[in-house]
């Protein structure tokens, strides 16, 4: 049969417009870097900067390139292994938009996690582990007992999922930093963006820093609280 259009991946235009909710924008995300205008049908699409008739109505608009592109954070995580073939084997993960979650594999069995900041390790037993964007505070992080961050604040959530009789809390840190992640004990999965992942190993340890901003476009730009209050409390 013959193939019509081109890969995300191999696609070097000025825009990709994706036509879904937040899921369809964070599934192309993981394909390219090039600016994407995400357009609303479904759901609260929350990360979406268009509705299908906001889009209509702004076609001529978008044919002269009248449209303002921003950025947002996403992070990297990175496996840190040993020898040099373990490095060329494992391939990098996505950037993160929304969130890196280390969860448990096995429902009845809990992790045990190290994280830390500055070299200063904290440890805690319990579901997981979930560092999170700005843009990424409304989802997962939200409905775990995170806290909703302003994406005007350059800062990540650090948030223990349902941590066993512990008393490491929620953080909030300067995006710039550094988050080393040590896997103590348990069957663990990494999921990346409820997209990428892996299943991970006892004893494997990981960096999460601040990546490349993804490039997202957008008509007109939104009061983000207005925007909150209207999807998710009215």
Known sequence: LRKRGISIKRFRGDLIITVGGDGTLLWTAHQTNVPILPVKIEGHGFLCTSTFKELEAHL??????????????RLRCSKESKGIL?????????LALNEIVFT?????????IEFSIDEVPLEFVGDGLMVSTPAGSTAYNASAGGPIIDPDLDVVSILPLYPFYSVVKPKIIPAGK???????????????DGHGGDYLKEGSRFVIEKGRPMKIAFFTKENFYLKYRREFLE
């Not at 001529?60 to 954070?73: C, Q, S």
């Not at 448990?104 to 045990?112: G, W």
């Not at 080393?180 to 990346?192: E, K, M, N, P």
């Open 60 to 73: 001529d608009k978008l044919l002269r390139r009248e449209y303002e592109i921003g950025e947002r954070m």
């Open 86 to 94: 373990a490095r060329i084997l494992h391939k990098p993960y996505p």
């Open 104 to 112: 448990r594999r096995r429902p009845s069995k809990i992790l045990s």
């Open 178 to 192: 550094k988050i080393g992640v040590f896997i103590r004990s348990g069957d663990c999965a990494l999921i990346i």
